[in-house]
């Protein structure tokens, strides 16, 4: 079952999270495949470490973040696309589907805030990511 997130961007609604796969502090990533089906309409999240190498100017923008206690910045991957469109049974809207990831943290969420229950099966491992220069 869902819980409030632990932060919110001001001005949102305090959003509804399930931490599917915590998100890994080790360096490590997750990369597995993931099948589901929720309550309700929900979206997954895939979330990546961000550290600006720099300064970001406005050209080039930022990537969609967040930032979490202890000021450590979280890039979110929003897959709202693969479950946008829920099923419909017995005029209850759900989602469900199967995808593949590869990321720090796996999170099924909902923006509104609405509680939801998810149910889940994970095929997953722990990976050094490969270093590109």
Partial sequence: MSSPAPV???GQPLHALVFALPLRDDGKIWSGKV???ASKPIEVEVLHPYESKGEVDTMHGEPYY???PGNKS???SHLRDLVDVPIEINGTGISSGTLGFVGSALVFHKTTGQPFTVTYSIDAVAKS???QN
Wanted: hydrophobic share 55%; glycine share 0%.
């Fill in 74 to 76: 979280i890039a979110i």
């Fill in 8 to 10: 919110r961007h001001p």
């Fill in 66 to 68: 967040a930032v979490l």
């Fill in 129 to 131: 990511p490969i270093n």
């Fill in 35 to 37: 099948t589901f089906t």
